[in-house]
């Protein structure tokens, strides 16, 4: 099992790999998971908006290799000046439960602190338990929103944050109080 871990290696992502971060989570959320059309279509916005940000700093585009083939992308996306989001964190289901997620996901925590964001966004949904146990594992607080009808499914949408520092924690629970 470690032997597989030593053999990721991540690299930044290019423009060539779009038809392959689109094929596979076309794969995954059409074929697998069983979204409707719908999601073709907010698949390539978010396809255009990660482009969109390719050159202009603070954003951390992550691809995984494995034998020099992709394997996985995380995308860590400008929200706004104090906050990152990451889009389109996908594993191959192959590489999954041995660590490479969570070396992804720590990879993006390390470059939002460089690039000096006060906290991370993802969103995903309840039914991916596997995502929102690494989420927990690495400190993000999720807000739970009501069932809805997501992609032609009725879906449990989580947000979650992290937030990057204690200051802008304590600034963030101080702003919440009555």
Request: with cysteine; glycine share 10%; net charge neutral.
């Amino acid at each position: 099992m470690l032997g597989d871990i030593i053999d990721i290696g991540f690299r930044p992502y290019a423009p060539a790999d779009r038809a392959w971060v689109r094929r596979v989570n076309l794969r995954q959320y059409r074929e697998v998971e069983g979204f409707d059309a719908g999601f073709d279509a907010a698949l390539d916005a978010s396809l255009a908006r990660i482009e969109a940000q390719r050159t202009g700093g603070r954003v951390a585009f992550l691809i995984a290799e494995a034998a020099g083939q992709p394997v996985g992308t995380l995308f860590l996306c400008r929200e706004s000046d104090e906050s990152a989001r990451i889009r389109l964190f996908y594993l191959d289901e192959a590489w999954r439960g041995r660590g490479v997620g969570r070396r992804m996901l720590d990879q993006a925590i390390s470059a939002a602190r460089g690039h000096g964001y006060a906290q991370i966004c993802v969103s995903t949904f309840t039914r991916h338990g596997a995502a929102c146990r690494l989420y927990h594992a690495r400190g993000f607080q999720g807000v739970v929103h009501p069932p809805a009808e997501v992609f032609g499914q009725c879906l449990v949408q989580v947000d979650y944050h992290l937030w990057l520092t204690p200051e802008d924690r304590a600034a963030d629970q101080a702003a919440r109080l009555p």
